[in-house]
């Protein structure tokens, strides 16, 4: 599904949230330091109205997330465990992943940059496995980047001084590769 164009207004006037930004924060909030996603339960964030924003399904990897959100409610969104039955997704609610939302955040969320750890930046990284996502969601540096971890085991600055990225969309890629699973240190 698309993201909402930009000038996008709920009925009450307030600017709505892209699905990319939806995803960037749910993902935010999975990447916490303490958070842990039990099989045996299912996760609710809950906007600070109270409302159901979505339901996490760590069994499956899937998420059911609203449609529309106000992009001034994304800061105060907050994840509950609930009991595993309480995993229905509400109707009208849009079907995503968990990797899905880790690799948004991981590229666009506000702390993405900072999601890759320093051992990453030092040592020899390869590719583990090619990232569970749809391939809508992969650009083409980042099969780029997963072509040359194939070939072999690169460090960090290796890979920059061959790709030419920032330091920080690097450590962005890379961070979207590892918390899908996808890159290891060698």
């Not at 506000?110 to 650009?139: I, N, S, T």
């Not at 997963?146 to 070939?151: D, F, H, W």
């Amino acid at each position: 599904m698309a993201a909402a164009p930009a000038d996008t207004r709920l009925d009450d006037g307030r600017a709505q949230a892209s699905e990319v930004e939806l995803d960037a924060e749910l993902g935010g909030l999975i990447w916490q330091p303490g958070t842990r996603l039990e099989p045996l339960h299912c996760f609710h964030v809950i906007g600070l109205d109270g409302a159901l924003v979505a339901v996490l399904r760590p069994d499956s990897g899937a998420v059911f997330a609203r449609i529309s959100i106000a992009q001034d409610d994304l800061p105060g969104l907050t994840l509950h465990r609930r009991p595993a039955g309480a995993g229905v997704a509400p109707a009208g609610y849009r079907q995503t992943s968990i990797a899905a939302l880790l690799w948004r955040f991981a590229l666009f969320g506000g702390k993405g940059d900072q999601a890759l750890p320093d051992p990453y930046r030092q040592l020899p990284l390869r590719l583990h496995q090619r990232p569970p996502l749809e391939y809508a969601l992969v650009a083409g540096r980042h099969f780029k980047l997963m072509e040359l971890l194939r070939k072999q085991n690169r460090t960090f600055i290796e890979l920059q001084a061959l790709t030419r990225l920032s330091t920080t969309q690097l450590s962005r890629d890379l961070a979207a590769l590892l918390l899908v699973g996808s890159l290891v240190i060698a």
